[in-house]
């Protein structure tokens, strides 16, 4: 079955061209020069929102492109907007019980866990305030801010939680690290105005849907790779910009991979360790069985997660 699109509705995300749209149309503009403020030799601007089931299924290329290009990319997270509210009823999609069936195809296109029933159960009314608090999240610290995101993504996706609510948010911030009391401040703060120059800055560049992510280098050339795409399209963007960067190696069996993150899917698992995705599901259940691992299964797939060891991105 094709998963029905629109150019107005914001979460009904194609399947093809692996994008969640926005409802707001903008046109490409050039990159501005202050954009290429880093120390690595490339920028990517990495365009996401917390609900984006397309940014989800671009986590096992994303986790792998931080381990071998790490040394050479500076990630820059920014919030787009993809829910502001449901104001409007368009590709079939009018309220958020339409987004379950959805959700729940998108989970197996992409071969990482979605339970679509969060818009049957406590649906979200916008994605801004888990937005916000991801702003205020990076005030703090950028590195646990990524943490938060993720945290906060397996709330929604896997355990069916509002993420809009913000009890659930300051849940997800004490299990990074980050001090609610302070969160909360900047969430009603300083974070709207991160929020809002995010918005700004997305209009700006022509971002149309999530994940777009800007490959830039120093000279201010850019690589744009839209949508969910397999991992040798961000490699090459890379590599277009730099021929000479050079990949890192890292170890590949489980316990790197989970001393490194926390948590995985079977998809991310194949995907970092390079073993083929059966195998991968195969080992990470006989870990799980042993006690080693524990595992989260939902309707759509499973989660494994290593526990006492500190959260990684």
Partial sequence: MKIETSENNPLLCDIETGI????????????????QSTKKSITVIYYTDPICSSCWGIEPQLRKLKLEYGNSITIEYRMGGLLPNWSYNSGGIGKPSDVASHWDEVSVYYDMPIDGDLWLI????SSY?????????QIQNNEKAILFLREIREMVFLQKKNIAKWENLAIAAKNVGLHSEQLKSDF???????FEEDLKLGKELGVRGFPTLFFIDDSGNKEIV?????????EMAILKLDPNVTK?????????????????T???????????????????NELSNAGTLKKMTIKNGSIWNYNGINKKR
């Avoid at 406590?122 to 009314?125: G, M, Q, R, V």
């Avoid at 009603?188 to 991160?194: I, R, S």
């Avoid at 890192?248 to 995985?264: A, D, I, Q, R």
Wanted: with cysteine; net charge negative.
């Fill in 20 to 35: 969640c749209k926005t409802s707001d149309q903008s046109t490409d503009t050039v990159l501005q020069s202050d954009m």
């Fill in 226 to 234: 839209y949508g969910s795409r397999p991992y040798a399209f961000y």
């Fill in 129 to 137: 305030p888990p937005s916000i608090a991801f702003k205020a999240a």
């Fill in 248 to 264: 890192s190696e890292y170890v590949k069996n489980w316990e790197t991979l989970f001393s490194l993150y926390h948590s995985l």
């Fill in 122 to 125: 406590d649906p979200l009314e």
């Fill in 266 to 284: 079977a998809k991310e698992y194949s995907e970092l360790s390079g073993t083929p995705r059966i195998e991968s599901e195969n080992l990470l």
């Fill in 188 to 194: 009603e703060g300083a974070a709207k105005v991160l």
